[in-house]
Every structure is written in C-alpha cells, then in structure tokens.
C-alpha cells in the first residue's frame, strides 16, 4: 500500500510539473507526456482539483465539441522550490554594506511596528490567555506551526515549530529580539524565549508571565 500511495504522489508531482512548464495542458496531451492511459491521467487531477492545485478551463473550438484543459492555481506554487530567503539576505547584506547595520535594524523595527498597530485592535478587551490563543492563531496564518499550552503556576508556553524566516534571523539576530518585543507589546506580558531555532534549538519558544497589573486586573474580575 505504502508504494501504491508513493507512486501516486509521484505521478500527481509529474502532472504538476508538466503543467507548470507547459500547461494549461489537457487530459490528452498529459496522458501522452506521461506514457499512461487518459483515465490514469484523469484520476490524479481529479485529486489536484479537490485539493486546490488544479483547475479546468472548458475552451471552445471553431469545430467540435469544447475542450478542456488544466492549469495550476495559485496554492499549488507553494509546492515549488522558493529562495524568498536568499534573496532577503542578499537584500539585506546589500543595505548593510552600504547604509550599516543600524539600517538593517530599523527595517526589523518598523516591521514590529506595522504588525504591532495591524493585530492590536484584536487584543483589546481580551485576558491574556484570550490573547496568547490570538497571537498562537496569528503566527499559524504566518506559517509559524504555533501552539500555546497554559502552565500549572498560570504562565503560559508559547511553540513555534516552524521558522519562515530562520536563515535571515540567524544572521540577523534583531528580527527575533522584534518579535519577542511584539509578543510583549501584544499581550501586555513577560516573554521570555528559552529555545530558539535560528540558534539550533528545535523549535521557539516562549514563557509568558502575567505582570502584576494583569494579576491585579483578573483577580477584580
């Protein structure tokens, strides 16, 4: 079973790449370029439309009947290569060589700023564990894999599995001093990070502390 679903997969990634090279293509022409059968072909888009990386397009001939061929959406990018990241540091090192550092800085500081005014509307009005289960939805929309788990003495661990920005932050070390700046601005909290992927670890993470005028503010409630 395990090599039925292999050969599957890598089928459905041959279709992909076909009509990412030259589609929109139809159920013919893939089933010519691949060597199998149109209903072996028909098979595996079928499985790319329900998961959203493909899409039909029904075109209409001056003779015959309606043709319809296949293209790749936008989430099926997501599925190739990127080097988003190379081309971040080479920006980045760019400015630093020719403005300094303290220029590289202000990019990560104006960027916690932006995020800080766009996500604390939502954090009004909300306790804190209301808050870290906002900022752990936050960072999943940024690709982060976040979870928050709340402790015995009433703190409150944040995890981040995944880092989007790993390469440029283990060289620049100032975009994870922004975000623990942020995670403190948009809880009100102390946020303390004890593990960090850009420095090995196996995942960020995060302590949250109520600080006393929240103490003070739950009790009263």
Known sequence: MAKKGQESGSTRRLIMTLL????PLTIGALAEELGITEM????HVLQLEQES???TKVVRQAMGRPMHVYSLTER????????????????????????????VNGLFEGRRR??????????????LEQRVAELSSIQNAGGYMAEWSK?????????????????????????CEC????????????VTR????????????????????????????
């Open 194 to 221: 004890s593990e960090c992927m850009a420095e090995g670890g196996q995942c960020c993470r995060y302590a949250i502390t109520p600080n006393p005028r929240q103490k003070t503010s739950e009790i009263k409630r």
């Open 53 to 55: 990386l493909a899409k």
């Open 20 to 23: 990412k090279k030259r589609g």
């Open 40 to 43: 072996g072909v028909r098979r």
């Open 114 to 127: 932006r995020m800080l005014a766009q996500h604390t509307p939502v954090m009004q009005s909300r306790d």
């Open 151 to 175: 402790e015995e003495d009433g703190s409150y661990t944040l995890r981040e599995y995944n880092c989007p920005i790993r390469q440029v932050a283990a060289e620049y070390r100032k975009a």
């Open 179 to 190: 975000e623990q700046h942020l995670f403190e601005e948009l809880l009100e909290a102390k």
């Open 76 to 103: 099926a990018e997501e599925h190739f290569p990127k080097s988003y990241h190379n081309l971040a540091l080479e920006l980045l090192r760019e400015l630093d060589h020719g403005s300094g550092v303290e220029a």
